[in-house]
C-alpha cells in the first residue's frame, strides 16, 4: 500500500530481542492520543500482538506458544502490585532454554518485532509491520516480552491483560487459527470485559 493511503496506527509496538532470552519493548503512540487513550491502546497492541503470533505460529511452536500465554496470564492475575516476578516465562519448549528477561530499552538488537493496530470499519486491527526473515519463534517472544512490559507497567490492567489472554485461548479453542487475528482480538476484549463485569470492573476507557 502506498505510504500516501496507509493508515496512522494508534500505537506501534518495538521490540528489541537482545539476544535468545533478552529483550526490551518501547511503545510509540499516534500524536495526541496519550494519556487519554493510553490504557486501551496498551491492551489493543499487547492482545493484538499476541493474535497476530497465534496465527503466525508453525504447528510445533504453537503448543510451546500457546503454553507460555496461559502460564504467563495464570501468573500475571495472581501478581500482586508492584515489581512483577523474573520467572513468568520459560522458552524452554520455544527452543530458548531459560526465562525471558524483560530489559530497559538499549538501542535495537539483534533482532526486532514491530507491530501496530489501526482501526477499521470492522474495529481494531493488528498488523505487524516489521519481523525477522530468518526462521524462529522471534515473534512469539517478542509477543511474550510485549505482553510482561506491559503488565510489570500498570498494576491496574494486569487482570484485564490476564483476562484477555484467557480470552484469545478460548477464542482458539473453537476456531481456526487462520481467523484474521482483528477477529481473535476482538473476541479477546469483549471476553475481558465480561468477566472484568462479573468482578465489577470494566475495561480501560476507549476500547
Request: charge should be neutral; hydrophobic fraction near 50%.
Amino acid at each position: 500500500m502506498s505510504p500516501l493511503f496507509r493508515k496512522v496506527p494508534l500505537v506501534r509496538a518495538e521490540v528489541a530481542l537482545h539476544g535468545p532470552r533478552r529483550a526490551a519493548v518501547l511503545l510509540h503512540p499516534a500524536d495526541g492520543r496519550w494519556p487519554g487513550a493510553e490504557r486501551a491502546d496498551r491492551l489493543a497492541v499487547g492482545l493484538g500482538t499476541a493474535a497476530l503470533a497465534s496465527r503466525a505460529a508453525p504447528p510445533p511452536r504453537w503448543e510451546a506458544y500457546r503454553a507460555a500465554l496461559v502460564t504467563l496470564a495464570a501468573r500475571v492475575a495472581r501478581s500482586a502490585p508492584g515489581p512483577l516476578r523474573g520467572d513468568l516465562v520459560d522458552l524452554t519448549a520455544l527452543g530458548q532454554s531459560g526465562l525471558l528477561q524483560v530489559v530497559p530499552w538499549e538501542g535495537e538488537g539483534r533482532l526486532r518485532v514491530e507491530t501496530e493496530v489501526v482501526t477499521s470499519s470492522s474495529g481494531l486491527v493488528p498488523r505487524i509491520v516489521d519481523r525477522p526473515d530468518e526462521a524462529g519463534p522471534a515473534l512469539e517472544i517478542a509477543s511474550l516480552a510485549l505482553l510482561i512490559a506491559l503488565a510489570a507497567d500498570a498494576d491496574e490492567d494486569r487482570l484485564a491483560l490476564a483476562l484477555g489472554i484467557e480470552g484469545l485461548m478460548a477464542w482458539h479453542r473453537e476456531s481456526d487459527r487462520q481467523a484474521p487475528p482483528r477477529a481473535a482480538l476482538a473476541f479477546a476484549l469483549a471476553h475481558a470485559e465480561d468477566r472484568l463485569r462479573e468482578a465489577g470492573r470494566t475495561l480501560p476507557p476507549g476500547l
